[in-house]
């Protein structure tokens, strides 16, 4: 760049001409909070590993979400698809007592809790689609993991580590914004555990990770002590012995859309008329190329994802047995990928004789365990 240009350059950065006289302008400041972020995705792992280098935490079943704090204490959910949770989640946004006056946007999930603290997913969904509606009968609660962006600036370079540490300070001891605990190191330990309370899964994240929004990490990994699948729904076949219709599952598989598997429709009255608008709003879709139906089928566009439970896959990768747990809008369906789980990383290795790890359920406090404690 001539030198002339890169002295002008110079002058629109910092408010000065090119002789370095100050300029009778003020930059603006940055805004305080982004408008909107995406949340770093996990790829799946095949196992439970230990490792002195990654931090292990309940992986929580609900709804991804980003909770935006304002300095004045408004608070306001966004999706992982960007949309406007908060009229759903009215119940959240009111705590704003619970989160430290700061601008922050925290990682997490908004979580139905059953009366001993376990995440219901099916009641989820009903919350889903109801909203403020059965915010009384069914609340929720904000189940944070991570802090991205605190007092006007972007976290994401830190190490988790750093990370963690900031986001301690950040809520207070509320029941409906929490910040559970995780343990350094014992994955195995915690798995064993988990298990034991009929726990979905696990989350693994590398202690010296920056934070990778909108991208699947390596350096997060996702592993499932319950078979479950996200799948999009790429239509809804009408038949005689499902008043709701079957739902037809498809998933993303190296860039084609492929049939993943039926599953009768939801049970439940308020999640059933909210699918029929969806329904309703998306029909025009085009059906994967290898779908199989045996009555009308209305196609849809992408929008409205499934969460089921399943026995396993047979060979050609099609669930076996799927039953549906929640129909649900809050997943992006571009992550609807069938991906075979990957390995645990090479850094993994046994740490040895564990004590038993009983980490606390959200608003269960009979097993604490400190912090950072392994």
């Known amino acids: 760049m001539p030198a002339r240009a890169a002295s002008a350059e110079g002058a629109r950065r910092t408010g000065r001409d090119a002789a370095g006289d100050a300029l009778p302008l003020q930059l603006p400041s940055p805004p305080p909070l982004p408008g909107r972020m995406l949340p770093e995705e996990a790829t799946p792992c095949a196992e439970a590993f230990d490792s002195p280098d990654w931090r292990f935490s309940i992986e929580w079943e609900g709804a991804r979400a980003l909770l935006f704090a304002a300095e004045d204490g408004s608070l306001r959910l966004q999706a992982g698809t960007g949309a406007d949770l908060t009229p759903r989640f009215p119940d959240v946004a009111a705590a704003r007592d619970q989160v430290l006056r700061c601008p922050a946007v925290l990682d997490g999930v908004v979580a139905v809790l059953d009366p001993s603290g376990k995440p219901d997913l099916a009641a989820l969904g009903v919350r889903l689609a109801a909203g403020a509606a059965e915010a009384a009968a069914l609340p929720a609660a904000f189940l944070a993991s991570d802090v991205l962006h605190l007092g006007g600036s972007s976290t994401a370079r830190w190490p988790l580590s750093r990370r963690l540490d900031a986001l301690a300070g950040l809520v207070g001891g509320g029941s409906i914004v929490q910040v559970p605990d995780h343990v350094e190191g ?181 097993f604490p365990l400190p912090r950072g404690r392994s």
């Open 186 to 366: 014992r994955g195995l330990a915690l798995a064993e555990a988990a298990t034991a309370r009929g726990l979905g899964g696990l989350l693994a994240r590398r202690s010296s990770a920056q934070y990778r929004p909108g991208v699947a990490s390596p350096d997060r990994l996702s592993i499932a002590l319950l078979p479950r699948a996200t799948c999009l729904v790429a239509g809804v076949e009408v038949t005689r012995h499902s008043p709701a219709g079957r739902l037809l599952l498809a998933e993303h598989v190296d860039g084609r859309l492929l049939y993943a598997g039926r599953v009768d429709g939801p049970r439940d009255r308020r999640a059933d008329a909210w699918l029929r608008g969806r329904v309703a709003a998306l029909r025009g879709g085009a059906p994967p190329a290898d779908a199989p139906h045996h009555g009308p089928v209305t196609w849809l566009r992408a929008g409205v994802c499934a969460t089921v439970g399943h026995a396993g896959r047979d060979a050609g990768g099609m669930l076996v047995d799927p039953q549906l747990i929640v129909v649900r809008d809050d997943v992006d369906p571009a992550w609807c990928v069938r991906r075979a789980p990957a390995p645990p990383p090479q850094d993994a290795r046994s740490l040895g004789f564990a004590p038993t790890v009983l980490l606390p359920l959200p608003l269960d406090d009979a």
